[in-house]
């Protein structure tokens, strides 16, 4: 059996390739059009609240963080998280999910979005936002829209349009 060596960083701008390479092959070309990476085109992630695992030296799986003004809340949107498939089913997209939710509750934000499967993301924390609740650059399932809150009162601010904030 084959011994891993995880390690956890924060991303910096020499993981960029790698984590281009494992986007495509977790999603594919048409990742691009999705509406959650609508909200990414309109301005940078936050490399300091978004990481990597590597194993033995080798980036193997990332999640980023992108600024977003959801309605009346200052958040992050989580995404895209992917493990390429040799790290599949070892905890390591759940970890990097929990660093990142902590980074960015540390950081003062709101609420961390992603636009998810709830059976993977709510034993992680996640909630489901009220249906139609947000408004996307483009179509979104509004039952994969979810949220970590962090201020007691961030779904009754969560409606309006979702965007980049600075």
């Given at each position: ?29 048409g990742r691009h ?12 992630h936050d490399p ?119």
């Amino acid at each position: 059996m084959h011994k891993h060596d995880l390690v956890y960083l924060t991303e910096d701008a020499s993981h960029d390739a790698a984590i281009e390479h494992i986007n495509e092959e977790a999603f594919g070309p048409g990742r691009h059009t999705r509406a959650a990476a609508r909200i990414r085109e309109q301005g940078p992630h936050d490399p300091s609240l978004s990481f990597i695992c590597t194993d033995d030296g080798e980036t193997i799986a990332s999640v980023r963080m992108t600024p977003v003004m959801a309605g009346a809340v200052k958040g992050h949107l989580l995404g895209p998280l992917a493990v390429r498939p040799s790290h599949k089913n070892m905890g390591i997209g759940r970890e990097l999910v929990r660093i990142a939710v902590e980074a960015a509750r540390r950081r003062g934000s709101e609420a961390v979005i992603l636009v998810g499967d709830p059976p993977y993301y709510c034993p992680l924390g996640f909630e489901k936002v009220a249906y139609n609740a947000l408004a996307f650059p483009g179509p979104v399932d509004p039952a994969r829209v979810l949220v970590v809150p962090i201020s007691e009162d961030t779904h009754q601010r969560l409606k309006g349009t979702i965007g980049w904030r600075e």
